[in-house]
């Protein structure tokens, strides 16, 4: 069981759950893709992959690419991503009430994100979060971290127990990454990822808006619940 109340650190993924990125994100994925030589990728299909770490992208659409060319693709991404990308990032409605709660009752708030970390900065002080959020733990520009990785490296950044903190994200990635580190995960049904995706990663608690994730996460102290967290948790939902 983990008591709600004793929740010293909140760490937010950001794509799909702080913000809405994909009137940014789809022309720079298109972008990459039509480097690595993949065009006409219907926006269903790119939508699969938001959350995804680019390398992987590459890989799924083009299992042949080469090193190189996955490095031209990234950088190609960027260079569209951070002229035009960062600025088409919106927030969902409720969450400056929500970590604004969470600034109140005295838990520190951590931006936990796959996105390279200057790219999350960036977006982080755009959308105005940075006089919310104590810090932002992001990939390398590589892309190769993993979110068991970042999500670890939160923890001593917040320097809390796991049982301390909670994961919040839309991505199998975030639940993933949660429950490998004891960390309790939550999946927000307002993003990108679907019920079932959370479910089979592992997620047992859900939110479907940042109102609803407010008043049942954040502003209860007398609220415990079942984490289902257990060391081979994360290593099975891996195999599914």
């Not at 109340?5 to 909140?10: E, L, P, S, T, V």
């Not at 690419?65 to 031209?72: A, L, P």
């Not at 569209?80 to 604004?100: K, M, S």
């Not at 670890?152 to 993933?176: F, Q």
């Amino acid at each position: 069981m983990t008591y709600i109340g004793a929740m010293q650190a909140y760490f937010f993924d950001l794509d799909g759950t702080l913000t809405d990125s994909r009137a940014g994100l789809y022309p720079a994925f298109r972008r990459g893709l039509e480097t690595i030589g993949v065009q006409e990728v219907a926006d269903a299909q790119l939508k699969t992959f938001l959350g995804t770490p680019l390398p992987q992208i590459f890989r799924t659409m083009r299992p042949d690419v080469s090193q190189i060319e996955i490095d031209h693709g990234m950088a190609a991404f960027r260079a569209l991503f951070e002229r035009t990308g960062i600025v088409a990032n919106e927030l969902y409605p409720g969450v400056i009430d929500l970590l604004h709660s969470i600034q109140k009752r005295g838990s520190v708030i951590w931006v936990v994100t796959s996105k390279p970390q200057n790219q999350a900065v960036e977006v982080v002080r755009y959308l105005k979060l940075d006089k919310y959020v104590a810090g932002v733990i992001g990939a390398g520009l590589a892309e190769t971290d993993t979110k068991t990785d970042l999500v670890g490296r939160a923890l001593a950044a917040a320097r809390v127990g796991s049982r301390e903190a909670v994961m919040v994200g839309d991505r199998s990635y975030d639940i993933i990454g949660a429950i490998e580190n004891g960390v309790l995960p939550v999946g927000v049904l307002w993003g990108y990822g679907s019920e079932d995706e959370l479910r089979t990663a592992g997620c047992r608690h859900f939110a479907k808006s940042p109102d609803e994730f407010r008043v049942a996460y954040v502003e209860t102290r007398a609220g415990f619940v079942d984490s289902g967290l257990g060391p081979a948790a994360g290593r099975a939902a891996l195999t599914r």
